[in-house]
């Protein structure tokens, strides 16, 4: 029965995005819940930086494009934008995002096109699913 119950409350707390172990005094994390992936982009961040912590956070490659081709690794995303300049700010990339929304998104705060492929870049994720989803194959 306490099998039964450790994994109810691991499964809650996942559903919840809580991290138990601010209930308990900042302890280890006894579950060994791992919190759902996210990362913070800004325009000042470089098309590298984005790309490597998008691998490292979903397992997946991040594709970023310069119009058509894909973009310098160098290039800043500020540096990137086309046609709206005042497309700018900050976005949060979560795991429970589905890929289609992502992509969209993406376009609209910064105006660059990007496309979520599989971890060796060989096939792109389906848009229906989430990046958490697409990650798991």
Same mark, same amino acid.
């Given at each position: 029965?306490?099998?039964?119950?450790?994994?109810?409350?691991?499964?809650?707390?996942?559903?919840?995005? @809580?991290?138990?172990?601010?209930? !308990?005094?900042? =302890?280890? *994390? +006894?579950? *060994? @819940?791992? =919190?759902?992936?996210?990362?913070?982009?800004?325009?000042?961040? =470089?098309?590298?930086?984005?790309?490597?912590?998008?691998?490292?956070? +979903?397992?997946?490659?991040?594709?970023?494009?310069?119009?058509?081709? +894909?973009?310098?690794?160098?290039?800043?995303?500020?540096?990137?934008?086309?046609?709206?300049?005042?497309?700018?700010?900050?976005?949060?990339?979560?795991?429970?995002?589905?890929?289609? =929304? !992502?992509?969209?998104? +993406?376009?609209?705060?910064?105006?660059?096109?990007?496309?979520?492929?599989?971890?060796?870049?060989?096939?792109?994720?389906?848009?229906?699913?989430?990046?958490?989803?697409?990650?798991?194959?």
């Amino acid at each position: 029965m306490t099998d039964c119950k450790n994994q109810y409350v691991k499964y809650l707390a996942y559903i919840c995005k @809580i991290k138990i172990s601010k209930f !308990f005094n900042n =302890s280890v *994390n +006894f579950l *060994n @819940i791992k =919190s759902m992936a996210d990362i913070s982009v800004s325009g000042r961040m =470089s098309v590298k930086t984005l790309k490597a912590q998008f691998k490292k956070e +979903f397992g997946l490659t991040l594709r970023v494009y310069n119009g058509a081709r +894909f973009a310098d690794d160098d290039a800043t995303l500020a540096s990137l934008r086309k046609g709206d300049a005042s497309k700018s700010g900050d976005m949060k990339i979560v795991g429970n995002l589905q890929v289609g =929304s !992502f992509e969209k998104r +993406f376009m609209d705060t910064y105006g660059i096109k990007v496309q979520v492929a599989n971890a060796d870049d060989t096939k792109l994720a389906v848009n229906t699913l989430t990046l958490a989803a697409a990650a798991k194959g």
